[in-house]
C-alpha cells in the first residue's frame, strides 16, 4: 500500500476534492501498474465535475475521476508479455469482459459488462493506476507524453470518421470542439474532397480551417441549410459527422445531406431529440451510433495516423496546467473558448 494524490467524487455535489487515499497496488496476473504523467479533459469529467443529471444518474461516489491519461509502466503482472517496466503507454479506457457475445464477436466496443474507467471504477485524476495489459497502447512514436494522453478521444474522433468511406467525399463536420477538431484533421489526412466545419464559436471555427477544413459556418448568424447546399453545388454533403449532440443541428443535416447519405453520431444529447424520420426514408439514409472505439481497429489506425505529416495534434492542445490546478483547467474547459487542456500529474518527469 502506498498514499497517492488524487482528484475525486466525494459528495453528490459540483467539484472534485483533492485528497491524499491508501492505494493498493498488488497486481493480478494481466495488470499494470503505471505511474500518470498526463492526463486531458473530456466532457465527461465536466459532467462530474458540475454534478448535473447525467452525473447524478451514472456516478456513485466516491471515485477517482478521469479517463484520458499517458503513463509510464512500473510494474508488470506475472502473465504479462506485451507490455514492459519502463514503457510509454496510452489507455484504451473501456474495460470489456472479453467474454460476451459482443466482445466473442469483436465488438468489444458495446461489451455489455463494459466498465469505464473514472466514470464505473476508479480512473486516472491520480498518481498512479492500474490497467489490464490488453488496454493499453504502447507508444513507439516518441510524442510527448501531454499528446499521447488525448489518443484516447482521438479514438473517438478515428471512429466517427472512418466508419463511413470519406476518401473524395463531401463531409460536414458538426461541433467542433476538440473532438470534432480532430474529426477534422483526421478527415483531411483521409482524403475527403471538401470539409464543411459548423461551429457557433469563434476561435473553435478558426481552428478548424487550421484543422484541415475548407468552409467553416456560424450556425448562430448564417443560414446552415444554404451555406451547405450553395457549398455543394446543391446537392449536400455525403457524410455527416455529428460532434454536437444538438437537435437543432441534427435536423439541419437532415436537410443537407446528400440522397443515399451517411451519418456518424457521436455527440450525447441532453435531451430527447425529435427527428423527421421521413427525410431519413425517403432520402435513403444511413445512420451510426459511436460508442468508444472499436477495440482495437481504431487504435491500430491510431498508430498510422501519427506517422503522417499533415497530422497536427500539436494544434489540439491549448491549455496546460500543473496537477493543483485542477479547479482553473475545469473553469476554462467550461467556458469553451479551447481546444484540449491537458494536465501534468507528475511533476519530477
Known amino acids: 500500500m502506498r498514499k497517492i494524490k488524487t482528484y475525486s467524487k466525494l459528495k453528490k455535489e459540483k467539484g472534485l476534492t483533492f485528497i491524499e487515499k491508501e492505494f493498493d497496488e498488488t497486481l493480478k496476473s494481466h495488470e499494470v501498474l503505471i505511474k500518470v504523467l498526463n492526463v486531458s479533459l ?23 475521476v478521469g479517463h484520458e491519461f499517458s503513463g509510464r509502466v512500473e510494474k508488470v503482472g506475472s502473465e504479462v508479455s506485451r507490455v514492459e517496466v519502463g514503457d510509454i503507454v496510452a489507455s484504451e479506457t473501456h474495460v470489456v469482459c472479453g467474454k460476451c457475445e459482443f466482445c466473442r464477436k469483436g465488438q468489444g466496443h458495446i461489451c455489455v459488462n463494459t466498465k469505464i474507467i473514472g466514470v464505473d471504477i476508479d480512473g486516472a485524476f491520480s498518481e498512479y493506476i492500474i490497467m489490464p495489459e490488453d488496454n493499453l497502447y504502447v507508444d513507439d512514436s516518441g510524442l510527448d507524453p501531454k499528446y499521447l494522453s488525448v489518443l484516447e478521444p482521438l479514438g473517438n474522433a478515428v471512429h466517427t470518421v472512418t466508419h463511413f468511406d470519406v476518401s473524395l467525399k463531401t463531409v460536414a463536420v458538426v461541433g467542433c470542439g476538440p473532438i470534432g477538431l480532430m474529426g477534422t484533421n483526421v478527415l483531411e489526412i483521409m482524403g475527403a474532397s471538401k470539409i464543411i466545419a459548423i461551429e457557433p464559436v469563434d476561435s473553435r471555427r478558426k481552428l478548424s480551417l487550421k484543422m ?27 457524410v455527416v459527422c455529428e460532434f454536437s449532440g444538438n437537435n437543432v443541428a441534427l435536423n439541419q443535416s437532415l436537410q443537407y445531406i446528400k440522397k443515399g447519405g451517411a451519418i456518424s453520431l457521436l455527440g450525447i444529447f441532453d435531451e430527447r431529440t425529435n427527428i423527421d424520420f421521413n427525410e431519413i426514408v425517403f432520402k435513403g439514409l444511413t445512420l451510426y451510433g459511436v460508442t468508444g472505439r472499436k477495440m482495437y481497429e481504431n487504435w491500430d489506425q491510431i498508430r498510422s495516423i501519427l506517422k503522417s505529416p499533415r497530422f497536427k495534434l500539436h494544434k489540439i492542445v491549448t491549455h496546460e496546467f500543473k496537477f493543483h490546478e485542477m479547479d482553473k483547467a475545469f473553469k476554462v474547459f467550461s467556458q469553451k473558448d479551447c481546444g484540449k487542456i491537458v494536465i501534468k500529474v507528475s511533476e519530477n518527469d
Open 42 to 64: 473530456c466532457g465527461t469529467d465536466l459532467h462530474i465535475y458540475n454534478w448535473d443529471e447525467w452525473a447524478q444518474q451514472r456516478i456513485k461516489p466516491p471515485l477517482v
Open 212 to 238: 484541415g477544413a475548407d468552409v467553416a459556418i456560424d450556425p448562430i448568424n448564417e443560414d446552415v441549410v444554404k451555406r451547405v447546399l450553395e457549398e455543394t453545388g446543391g446537392l449536400g454533403v455525403d
